[in-house]
């Protein structure tokens, strides 16, 4: 560690990062989330928004981001960053941080970004928030967030604090105990203050060319060597099927435990009218567990979470879990065979019935309308 | 060459859930078990014992409680437990948990052929920060969200570490830590023998008393005052009330969400 570099000095460290994190030369989209909601914050601090980008040879990559709102953005380019290790990240981050100390850090949620971000806070000495749904600098847009997204009692409560700036100090909310509780964490004594943020959560300006075209590129020298790397990448292996995009969906048509009578069928049915919407297929943990659908379908607490236009819960008893995944999309309908179940509060249409009677019938149903107009 | 598992006891948060009025967790309404995917590391390294013949032993830090977890992961086929447990530990978030549970490692004896095993994350508070924090703090190598470890040679792992899109094939020379994914594979059940042999082995408690003297434990470092992050506010997401439910399942409410579809512009 750099000599002089105190984390506890909290007066010395200003501006917000964004690790930009890119995969074969290619931008990650939640870069693009993340560098928005940076802006709000670095707005709401008074203060630069920077992204750091690490690879070879991406400066062809690193002007974009302009365009969502960073001021600047500062490039590491080696050939031993172009593929993504623990240590040589971290050792260029953190030597990065020690440099220009940044007081908020974000980092996207990825397999990556949570393999990361706990690495460099240790090395760091400073606190990190895991996998974030909301930030907030100013108190008063704490307080109107919490005023819609929680039962608390928000005029009647205290949220001064003696031992820090409430005002000025990140407070990063997440979901906790599988979505049943919400939790505000900060991280008052130390910085940066970092979280990782959930991927598709935040988000995404309007991309503005001028401020591609305005972004200051720099290039900071820094030391890195071959071995200070530990594991050996042998092969980066794509997935030979084509994965889901639940997270850019406006359409998704879900299933779960109530396939169960005749699974075949079931995921066939929700094909189809995910394809008459033109959306894509999700699934409940149950369905992803039994191995009925793969992984890359799951919405909830431990899969995606999503907001589509519309979502439609076919058989899905809405356990919380699943409800952390999929509660704010614009619209849900509901198919429950069991009109107790917890998925019709909070859907906007409930039908309490046969999904394998019902869905048929709708699908002719759509074509019907679609062919009257 | 030994396996250090870490293994934590956690509310079961798949099952009914109570909050209390002031918006936290009343964790004396739910069961308590042992993390799922611990489960999975458990399972990963008592398979590397069958085939190498080495020692495992699993590690935990918390309540007295948890040592029922330790006996059953024991029953399960692990040979020595280590439960760190003290109240001066009590109230740690991610960074002081890992810091306690690497001086432990490290006071235990860590040896260039051990590994580390732990779970990618815990269903209380889903961060999947303590595995690689400890490896930060131990100055080992880490391979997270692993869905496949193969020894190539004593000293030597090959581990798929999965993406969201596929994943990377990484060689690692030990000692070093691996955090492990539900997919790598099934956990097996505690057999007979397994209970009954749980109780002559060894499980160690470690208190502040064992730990104060190790470099890593500080007040400044470990417990609820060593924590760099705090609780702010918890609370609970606001319920909506129910929508509008359509009549019955047939023809008409297909219809009718149709109309609702096409005026939306859905279709």
């Known amino acids: ?373 | 060459m030994k396996i250090f598992v870490t293994v934590k006891q956690v509310p079961d948060t798949t099952g009914k859930v109570a909050v209390n009025p002031d918006g936290t967790l009343n964790r004396a309404s739910m069961a308590a078990i042992t993390n799922p995917d611990d489960m999975n590391a458990v399972e990963a390294a008592l398979t590397l014992k069958e085939k190498y013949g080495c020692k495992v032993v699993a590690i935990s830090m918390g309540p007295p409680m948890a040592k029922t977890m330790l006996r059953e992961v024991l029953a399960m086929g692990a040979d020595e437990a280590v439960l760190i447990s003290a109240r001066e530990f009590g109230g740690s978030d991610t960074y002081a948990t890992s810091q306690t549970i690497a001086a432990a490692i490290d006071h235990y004896g860590l040896d260039s052929e051990d590994i580390i095993i732990s779970g990618r994350q815990a269903i209380d508070g889903d961060t999947a920060q303590v595995g690689p924090q400890i490896a930060e703090k131990l100055g080992l190598p880490q391979v997270s969200y692993a869905g496949e470890i193969t020894m190539d040679e004593p000293g030597r792992l090959t581990v798929r570490r999965m993406l969201e899109d596929g994943y990377m094939t990484i060689r690692v020379q030990t000692p070093c830590l691996i955090t492990c994914i539900k997919e790598l594979n099934n956990p097996r059940y505690m057999t007979v023998l397994g209970t009954e042999e749980c109780w002559d082995k060894p499980l160690t408690v470690y208190d502040y008393e064992t730990l104060k003297d190790h470099p890593l434990i500080d007040p400044s470092t470990i417990g609820l005052k060593g924590s760099p992050t705090n609780v702010y506010k918890s609370f609970t997401p606001p319920q909506k009330g129910a929508g509008v439910m359509l009549a019955g399942d047939g023809r008409e409410a297909a219809a009718e969400l149709a109309r609702i579809f096409s005026e939306k512009h859905v279709i």
């Open chain 1, 1 to 373: 560690m750099a000599v002089n570099y105190n984390s506890e000095d909290i007066a010395s460290f200003r501006n917000v990062w964004v690790f930009c994190e890119q995969r074969e030369g290619r931008m990650m989209p939640t870069t693009f989330e993340l560098i928005s909601e940076g802006r709000k914050l670095a707005d709401e601090l008074g203060c630069e928004l920077a992204g750091i980008l690490l690879g070879d040879d991406v400066d062809g990559i690193a002007a974009e981001i302009g365009g969502y709102g960073a001021d600047k953005v500062y490039v590491y380019n080696s050939p031993l960053l172009g593929t993504y290790t623990t240590d040589a990240y971290t050792k260029v981050i953190c030597d990065a941080v020690e440099e220009f100390r940044p007081e908020v850090m974000l980092f996207g949620a990825s397999n990556i970004g949570r393999d990361l971000a706990p690495r460099c806070a240790a090395r760091l000495h400073t606190g990190l928030c895991a996998d974030c749904t909301h930030l907030d600098i100013d108190l008063q847009g704490y307080l109107d967030f919490l005023r819609s997204g929680s039962s608390l009692d928000v005029d009647g409560m205290n949220f001064e604090s003696r031992q820090f700036d409430v005002n000025t100090t990140l407070k990063m909310t997440r979901p906790a105990f599988g979505g049943h509780l919400m939790a505000t964490i900060v991280c008052p004594r130390f910085r940066p203050a970092m979280a990782s943020v959930r991927p598709g959560v935040m988000a995404r300006r309007p991309f503005d060319q001028a401020g591609a075209d305005g972004i200051e590129v720099l290039h900071p020298g820094f030391s890195l060597n071959r071995d200070d790397i530990r594991t050996e990448v042998v092969e980066v292996v794509k997935a030979a099927r084509k994965l889901v995009d639940l997270i850019g969906a406006d359409y998704i048509v879900s299933v779960g435990r109530g396939i169960a009578s005749d699974v075949e069928r079931g995921i066939a049915l929700a094909q189809e009218l995910a394809q008459e919407l033109g959306g894509v297929v999700g699934a409940s943990r149950a369905v992803t567990d039994a191995g009925w659908l793969s992984a890359d379908h799951q919405v909830g607490q431990t899969g995606k979470t999503v907001h589509p236009k519309v979502y439609i819960a076919l058989g899905i008893s809405g356990a919380i879990q699943h409800k952390a995944g999929m509660q704010d999309s614009e619209c849900v309908i509901a198919v429950n065979k069991n009109e107790g179940a917890p998925i019709f509060e909070g859907a906007d249409y409930g039908i309490v019935g046969d999904l394998f009677k019902y869905v048929p019938l709708l699908i002719e149903e759509i074509r019907k309308a679609k062919a009257a107009k």
